[in-house]
């Protein structure tokens, strides 16, 4: 195990496109920390002498939008949340679905088909209808955003780990681990989990940006954070309806999001590759 | 394989039923009705209201003269936009979108198997890099940031292209909106594209091909690419949902007339019909694409059809 | 008279990140007019790349040297639209594995005319034509039938006879043969012998027939060449092959096709040891470890192909007549 771990670790080092989006993603989230500290704005302050001004003019380093909040410190603060959001949800469908692919694969049989199936028929449904059906009807809580994120993060997750089991299931050591009278949940535990780590830490990483980019969109339409907290995806929206007169609200959030899901993304191409971890 | 081809629409049509029957349901489940949005009204107004649309009925009564009313084509009215009926709605809006998706769609399938088969062509190049990371770029950034970027670059700063509006017939309206609509589809397909390529490349049938001395673009035309096509087949309908779902975000920001805001705004203000009319649509174009893939599996693959 | 191919102290290696591999070692062949070769050795001799070369086959990691011609003009690092009017007309090649080397999703007709199409410029209508009559040749029942077909609808054994009449289209001087039968089973086997034995008599082309197996080439060459470790190490005419081998190598190898008449041995001959692995880069004999009449001079010198036109030997004590 230690040694997969290095050869991994090599081959990622070697990947300057890699190497180089861990690095912006790692500076944006210790800015998004430390942002507040060295700001001398407030998320806030409406600065009405300031109103839709241009950066670097004033003490706003990226100006301010419409009403004269400061976007430097509104847009930390907007990825802030993303972020949180977009960590929290991968975390509950990454658990969602490991637990789910696992017991899928290991029992495997009627069990397993059954499961798969619900999953494939999930997988069809266009989900983002789904869930902004659902968002609407049944109010615009950040509850049920989490839960419609939830529905749709861990399908993937649950696919590729019950396609691991099930290779992990024929293996040795599991059989001696029955014979041993070991229960159903401890082996799942002790043997099986360990041993889709790999693939799971690929796809965890790909899911987040995917789920960061869910929540902005459902923000950008209006149904997903609402005021006065910020999301990229509002911060966005709102910069969308002034872009012609002050092009800066959009483009400070917009490059934000962008920078994020691309070194994401990229990173976690990085990293399956490293891994060097097939499609379930 | 026509047999199979009509089990399939068969199989569509109650798939079809489930989803008008679930959303219908759900629809009503929800807390509000129709009506909640607009001034407080007197209660006989509000009652005579009901009536008129016949809300007042028992569910399942209400559930049925819908499918009846279905049958003869007629979606029922709106409840929002009073003047109109829901047929009328879609109908003044589906071409706009129509066009927008498939241009957007054909676009993305175009220049993504180029660029793709490029890539595949020059593994390993800087060229092979440099489009596998636009690629990356298309796939990554969503479409409500592209979009307005794109806007900017083109519309404010460069004054090419108009950033919004729209006007019938005219090309320069769309074309942001389209290009911005077809770039994640675009990357994946291209993608998709050079690593099935990369795949049939090796195979001894291509190996076979080349000993014969055949031209390189008849190699590739007539020998490796259908082959190669085979994963963006199965890429075709998630493309098609991809497209649909980012005509919400142009068409909104883009200020277009097209059906994309009818179903966010139905579904705020518990227009019923309009958002049953628009799952139906959606829906349809999905199953239809599902089934137009199958066939097309059978074109690329002969071994298929037996 | 002109070689219609022939070969120069070619070389060729392989770079692969781990280090570099030499396939083959100063091969110098010739094969005349109408003449058929065998060529004989076990996997990692070099014998596949040798062809692979003439055909402008070889992968992309791989560097060739020395010069190999074709019909007196030099085919290493000619133009590549020279070399693809050669390759599918002049010279031509029939593959190992008839399942996968003919494209699933096209019509044998279409795969057969392309070559006619391409080469001689012949509408499509009369290449199909065509086609179908040289189907017939190479005895393809119902061959207008067959044109309409998709190669998973044909058997191995006529998968392969699709192949041989791909390769006489356009009527070739050389049609190199690579394993023909290795994938097909016992029978069909010897009927594609057969063919390849009537196809000659009637074409009249050179023929490179690559086997593992001295049992397959026996019956169809004129003249064979043994290669080990990316050498020729034995070059005769096949009377003077099976009767008289020379080289150690040969000789085992002789010894190990099981004969029908004669007594029955308890176990079946085999050849001790391995061929080098293809990374070792040899001075000497490669032979030396495995040959029973190794001596110093072996280990230290290599030896070269040495002899009369009808038999020649690259050893240094050779087998006595």
């Not at chain 1, 049989?109 to 009807?137: A, C, Q």
């Not at chain 2, 001395?213 to 007539?222: S, V």
């Not at chain 3, 179908?132 to 393809?140: F, K």
């Not at chain 3, 050498?231 to 004969?259: G, N």
Request: proline share 6%.
């Amino acid at each position: 195990m230690g040694a997969f771990a290095d050869e991994a670790a090599r081959r990622l080092k070697s990947n300057p496109a890699a190497v180089a989006a861990l690095s912006v993603t790692c500076a944006i989230i210790v800015l998004t920390l430390i942002g507040p500290w060295i700001s001398p704005n407030d998320v806030q302050t409406l600065d009405w002498l300031h109103i839709a001004a241009p950066p670097g003019r004033s003490a706003h380093w990226f100006g301010t939008d419409r009403l004269g909040r400061d976007l430097f410190v509104r847009t930390l603060a907007g990825t802030r949340v993303s972020l949180a959001i977009g960590l929290a949800a991968s975390v509950v469908s990454l658990l969602v679905g490991v637990t789910y692919g696992a017991i899928a694969g290991y029992i495997g049989g009627r069990t397993d088909h059954l499961m798969m199936r619900l999953i494939e028929i999930l997988s069809g449904l266009p989900l983002i209808f789904f869930v902004i059906f659902l968002t609407v009807i049944f109010g615009r809580s950040e509850y049920l955003l989490f839960f419609a994120i939830g529905a749709v993060g861990w399908l993937t997750m649950a696919r590729i780990v019950r396609g691991q089991t099930l290779s992990i299931r024929q293996k040795e050591f599991i059989e001696a681990a029955i014979a041993s009278g070991a229960s159903t949940g401890r082996i799942i535990l002790r043997h099986v989990v360990p041993n889709v780590i790999g693939p799971v830490i690929v796809y965890a990483t790909l899911t987040v940006p995917q789920i960061i980019l869910l929540e902005s969109f459902l923000s950008f339409l209006g149904l997903g954070i609402q005021e006065p907290g910020a999301s990229l995806g509002t911060l966005i929206a709102e910069g969308a309806a002034e872009m012609e007169a002050a092009p800066w609200i959009l483009l400070v959030p917009g490059s934000f999001l962008a920078l994020l899901l691309l070194c994401l993304n990229i990173f976690g191409d990085g990293l399956r590759d490293a891994l060097d971890v097939k499609d379930g | 394989m026509i047999r199979y081809f009509f089990t399939r629409l068969a199989g569509a049509i109650p798939t079809l039923l489930i989803i008008v029957t679930a959303t219908f349901f759900l629809m009503r489940a929800a807390p509000g009705g129709p009506f909640d949005q607009e001034q407080t009204l007197p209660p006989e107004i509000m009652a005579n209201l009901q009536r008129a649309y016949g809300l007042d009925q028992p569910i399942w009564t209400q559930y049925g003269r819908y499918l009846k009313s279905l049958m003869h084509g007629d979606f029922g009215p709106s409840f929002k936009y009073k003047d109109f009926t829901v047929t009328e709605l879609i109908g003044q809006g589906f071409p706009v979108t129509l066009q927008l998706g498939v241009i957007a769609m054909a676009l993305a399938l175009s220049v993504g198997i180029l660029l793709g088969t490029f890539a595949a062509l020059h593994h390993n190049s800087a060229a092979d890099y440099m489009t596998m990371s636009l690629a990356v770029v298309g796939i990554a950034i969503p479409t409500f940031v592209v979009l307005p970027f794109l806007g900017l670059l083109f519309g404010v700063f460069l004054h090419w292209l108009p950033v919004a509006g729209w006007e019938s017939g005219s090309i320069r309206h769309l074309a942001l909106p389209v290009i911005a609509l077809a770039l994640p589809p675009l990357a994946y397909i291209a993608r998709l594209t050079r690593a099935g390529m990369l795949e049939v490349l090796r195979s001894d049938y291509i190996r076979t091909a080349f000993a014969k001395g055949l031209p390189l673009h008849t190699l590739i035309l007539r020998h490796a690419l259908r082959p190669a096509l085979m994963p963006v087949a199965s890429y075709l309908v998630p493309a098609v949902a991809s497209i649909m779902t980012g005509s919400l975000v142009v068409e909104s920001i883009a200020g277009l007339p097209g059906i994309g805001r009818y179903l966010v705004q139905g579904a705020l203000n518990r227009d019923y019909t309009l958002v049953l009319g628009m799952v139906i649509i959606y829906s349809t174009l999905l199953i239809g694409m599902g089934l137009l893939v199958d066939l097309l599996y059978a074109w690329l693959d002969p071994r298929v059809r037996h | 008279m002109i070689p219609t191919l022939s070969t120069h102290e070619l070389s060729i290696r392989f770079s692969h990140r781990a280090g570099t591999i030499q396939a083959v070692d100063g091969v110098s062949l010739k094969i005349a007019p109408a003449e058929c070769v065998g060529i004989v050795g076990e996997s990692g001799s070099g014998k596949t790349q040798v062809f692979m070369a003439a055909m402008g086959l070889l992968a992309g990691n791989a560097k060739a040297s020395g010069s190999v011609r074709f019909e007196g003009s030099e085919l290493l690092g000619a133009e590549p639209s020279m070399l693809n009017r050669v390759r599918g007309s002049k010279i031509t090649m029939i593959f190992q594995d008839p399942m996968t080397s003919l494209t699933p999703h096209l019509k044998i007709g279409t795969q057969l005319a392309e070559v006619m199409v391409s080469h001689l410029g012949m509408p499509w209508g009369d290449a199909r034509a065509s086609a179908g009559r040289m189907l017939d040749r190479v005895q393809v029942p119902e061959p207008k039938r067959r044109l309409n077909q998709y190669p998973h609808e044909l058997s191995g054994g006529m998968r392969q006879r699709v192949m041989i009449a791909m390769s006489l289209l356009c009527e070739p001087s050389l049609v190199i043969a690579d394993e023909p039968t290795t994938a097909l089973d016992v029978t069909v086997q010897e009927q594609i012998i057969e063919l390849l034995r009537a196809v000659r008599g009637e074409f009249g082309m050179a023929l490179a027939l690559i086997s593992h197996d001295l049992a397959v080439v026996a019956g169809l060459a004129d003249r064979i060449l043994v290669m080990y470790a990316g050498r020729v190490v034995e070059d005769a005419s096949a009377q003077e092959l099976f009767r008289r081998p020379r080289h150690p190598y040969t000789a085992e190898l002789l010894k190990c096709i099981p004969s029908i008449s004669g007594p029955r041995p308890l176990r079946l001959p085999t050849l001790a040891g391995q061929p080098p692995r293809p990374g070792e880069m040899l001075e000497a004999c490669p032979f030396t470890p495995r040959c029973s009449r190794a001596a110093d001079r072996c280990r230290i010198e290599r030896p070269q192909l040495m002899g009369a036109a009808a038999s020649q030997v690259a050893c240094h004590f050779p087998l006595s007549s």
